[in-house]
């Protein structure tokens, strides 16, 4: 692959859940960009959503086809609906089940997903919202939870982890190092902080037994942990993603970002400097919500990959992760 291709593997931009947008197109045919977010609730089905994932892997290379990701949580967060998708109740719900009951679930979802031509899905939410808390917004007011303590979320995500796997479909959990104790939305505020959660919390261990677990992708949360890294959003954050992610938990698979193209938390930081400073600190997959805006962020990937070698070296290794996913998936030829 030339520069401008591994760059590209480290992109996913969206795409609406009913067409392929021009902007997505140019991006997946200018600038190389491998992966795809469908964004936006639809109703139409099986059938429908696999015509858009088939033309988007029309667009892509024939040798290296597309990561097609969705939100298929449950409950409020559920994107693909319609004939031939369950309702999902909310992850809440899947939290008072059994967990081989919640396991065989997420397999039935799974092979819907894959039926639909979705390869990625960007759950479960192993976030734990503390018992009692009836002000977090982006996870406890939608429900979007196991349960209020890690040893609840701990076996429900596996469970949704195993059976997404079994349904040939990778999961994804988020939102490390954890959503569950802020009180904004990232999507929505700026100068969103955990001011609790410590390198060692308890809160983190559902995302140690995903690990464990072998879920092939980790969401990184863009909120500031002051009391692990106050300087950088968790995303930014080398301490976060490469120390205690990549190296305490052991996490060799692929590591992608909230959105980091309409969040109003990351709204400081130029287009291009969120990819860059994302790749730095130990990431390998930037997503954004705005297709538009991967011309700038190839840009500034290429020239910082151009002024260092060390950070050429992180494009390679992270551009290295995701094909090996796409190895795995059968997307590779």
């Not at 020239?303 to 992270?318: K, P, W, Y």
Request: proline share 5%.
């Amino acid at each position: 692959m030339s520069e401008a291709q591994r760059v590209g593997q480290l992109l996913m931009v969206d795409c609406p859940t009913t067409g392929v947008a021009a902007a997505t197109a140019t991006a997946i045919q200018t600038y190389h960009v491998g992966s795809v977010i469908l964004d936006g609730t639809t109703y139409q089905g099986v059938t429908a959503t696999k015509a858009v994932t088939t033309r988007l892997q029309g667009l892509a290379p024939a040798s290296v086809k597309l990561l097609v990701s969705t939100d298929q949580e449950g409950g409020l967060v559920q994107r693909l609906r319609g004939s031939g998708f369950s309702t999902i109740p909310s992850a809440l719900t899947q939290g008072t089940w059994y967990h081989g009951t919640l396991w065989s679930k997420a397999v039935t979802w799974a092979q819907q997903l894959h039926a639909a031509g979705v390869n990625v899905n960007l759950a479960p939410v192993v976030d734990t919202v503390p018992p009692g808390d009836t002000d977090n917004p982006p996870i406890g007011d939608l429900d979007r939870e196991f349960g209020h303590y890690p040893t609840t979320v701990i076996p429900h995500g596996d469970a949704f982890v195993r059976g997404m796997a079994e349904g040939g479909v990778d999961a994804t959990a988020k939102h490390f190092p954890g959503l569950g104790r802020v009180t904004g939305n990232t999507d929505t505020t700026s100068g969103v902080r955990d001011t609790i959660t410590g390198p060692n919390d308890p809160y983190l261990e559902p995302f140690q037994s995903a690990v464990q677990a072998h879920v092939p992708f980790v969401m990184m949360s863009t909120a500031i942990y002051t009391r692990i890294d106050s300087a950088h959003p968790a995303a930014f954050s080398s301490t976060i993603v490469t120390g205690i992610l990549r190296q305490r938990f052991g996490f060799a698979g692929v590591v992608i970002s909230d959105d980091l193209g309409a969040a109003k938390q990351v709204s400081g930081y130029s287009v291009g400097s969120r990819a860059v400073d994302f790749i730095r600190a130990g990431g390998d997959l930037v997503l954004t919500v705005d297709a538009g805006q991967a011309g700038a962020m190839t840009a500034a990937l290429l020239q910082a990959a151009s002024a260092s070698s060390s950070f050429r070296a992180l494009v390679d290794a992270s551009a290295l992760r995701v094909l090996t996913a796409k190895s795995a998936l059968g997307l590779l030829h």
